[in-house]
C-alpha cells in the first residue's frame, strides 16, 4: 500500500468520523460526540504524521474538499445547538429572577407565579 493509499484510508475514516458526528449533533447525543472526537483527533495524529513528499496530494483533493464541508456543516449544528442552549440558559434565568414564590419578609407568595414556564394562552 503507497502512502498515497495510507491517507486516503484515513481520509476515509475522518470522513465517516464526521458523517457520524453529524448525526449525533442532530440527535444530540452529547455523550457519543465526545467518543467521535476522541476518534477524530486519533485520526488527524495519523493523519499529520505523513509526509507531504512521499504523498500524491492531487488523489487528496475531492476526499479533502467533503470533509471541509462536512466540518463546516457540524460547524455549523453546533454553534446553533450551543445559540439555543444559551437562549434557554437566558430565559430560565430570567424567569428564575421575576418569578419568586417567597416574599422579602421570607413568607410564602400565593399571588405570585412560580412555574419557570409560562404555559398559559
Known amino acids: 500500500m503507497t502512502k498515497t493509499d495510507q491517507v486516503l484510508a484515513e481520509m476515509e475514516k475522518l470522513k465517516a468520523l464526521l458523517e457520524k458526528e453529524k448525526q449525533v449533533l442532530i440527535s444530540n447525543d452529547g455523550t457519543r460526540l465526545i467518543e ?14 505523513f509526509d507531504q513528499k512521499n504523498v500524491e496530494m492531487n ?5 479533502s474538499r467533503e470533509i471541509k464541508q462536512l466540518q463546516e456543516t457540524n460547524l455549523t ?6 445559540q439555543f442552549t444559551e437562549t434557554m440558559l437566558n430565559y430560565i434565568k430570567k424567569a428564575a429572577n ?5 416574599s422579602k419578609k421570607g413568607t410564602y407568595d400565593r399571588s405570585k407565579k412560580s412555574a419557570l414556564l409560562d404555559q398559559s394562552l
Do not use: F, G, H
Open 36 to 49: 467521535l472526537i476522541q476518534q477524530k483527533e486519533d485520526v488527524m495524529l495519523k493523519l499529520a504524521a
Open 59 to 63: 488523489k487528496l483533493d475531492v476526499l
Open 77 to 82: 449544528l453546533t454553534e446553533q445547538s450551543m
Open 98 to 102: 421575576t418569578n419568586k414564590t417567597y
